[in-house]
Nanobody
Framework: QVTLVESGGGPVQAGGSLRLSCVSS????????VGWFRRAPGKERERVAV????????DYHDSVKGRFTISQDAAKNTVYLQMDNLKPEDTAMYYC???????????????????WGQGTQVTVSS
């Protein structure tokens, strides 16, 4: 069983920064796809940023490229999402998700993300 716990969300003004953390406990995959998804009210879930833990390959949604950075600390079983130059349209509930991946080619396959955290709210005001 995998447990994911997110933290780091909160209110911020446009142009500001936040860093989200996702700590994984329980079963640790030998190689995994781990990432951040978000859902804003009235909108579909989006895959924001994901990382293949065995090789550190990353993938980003076009809307956050150049502003968000996903990284990992394997020793702490933690994945981070550094969010800079935040915009009001980034307002959403952010969820951490993970799943076993054989390779980085699975990063964009949403079906591999079987484990989900409870989410952390990010609210960006203009």
């Amino acid at each position: 069983q995998v447990t994911l716990v997110e933290s780091g969300g909160g209110p911020v003004q446009a142009g500001g920064s936040l860093r989200l953390s996702c700590v994984s406990s329980g079963y640790i995959y030998s190689s995994a796809c781990v990432g951040w998804f978000r859902r804003a009210p009235g909108k579909e879930r989006e895959r924001v940023a994901v990382i293949y833990t065995a090789g550190s390959t990353t993938d980003y949604h076009d809307s956050v490229k150049g502003r968000f950075t996903i990284s990992q600390d394997a020793a702490k079983n933690t994945v981070y999402l550094q969010m800079d130059n935040l915009k009001p349209e980034d307002t959403a509930m952010y969820y951490c998700a993970s799943g076993f991946c054989r390779g980085s080619w699975s990063l964009r396959d949403d079906t591999v993300y079987l484990n989900w955290g409870q989410g952390t709210q990010v609210t960006v005001s203009s």
